[in-house]
C-alpha cells in the first residue's frame, strides 16, 4: 500500500489482538509510512513486515508493533497520552528505548515525519517523568 499522506510505500503489519484497543478503529491491519510516520488502515499486511524499512533504530521484535502504533499516536498526544504510555511501556519492556528511537527518526534524513519529532520526543519524556 501507498501511504495517502505522501505516496511512498508502506510497512504493512496485523495488529495483534492485545494492542487493537490502541488502534483508531479497532483496525486489524494497519500500514506504517516510513517516510511521513503515518499510520493508516489497510486491508493487507505482509506476514513478515519489515520495521527496518522505518530506519536502522526502529525496534524489531516483540517491541516493534507497540512502536508503530504510538508513533501513529503523536499527532495527537493530548488525545492519546494514556495509550502512548502504555504503549511506550511496552517497547521498554520488549527491550527496546522507545525515546532513543525516536531522536535517531527525527535525525534521520529518510524521515520526513509529519509532526514535529524532536517537540513531541521532549512532551513524551516530560510527561514520563
Known sequence: MDCPDCGNETVAFVVPD??????????EVLAL??????????ADADPDPDFTRV????P??????????????LDSLALHRSA?????????????DPLLVLD????DP??????????????VAQFRG
Open 18 to 27: 492485545e494492542y487493537r484497543e490502541f488502534t483508531p478503529d479497532d483496525d
Open 33 to 42: 509510512c516510513p517516510t511521513c510516520l503515518g499510520l493508516h488502515s489497510t
Open 55 to 58: 530506519g536502522e533504530a526502529f
Open 60 to 73: 524489531s521484535g516483540a517491541a516493534a508493533i507497540p512502536m508503530a502504533l504510538a508513533l501513529g499516536l
Open 84 to 96: 502512548i504510555e502504555t504503549l511506550l511501556e511496552r517497547v521498554e519492556r520488549a527491550g527496546a
Open 104 to 107: 535517531r527518526l527525527a535525525a
Open 110 to 123: 529518510g524521515v520526513d515525519a509529519r509532526m514535529d519529532l524532536d517537540g513531541r520526543r521532549r512532551q
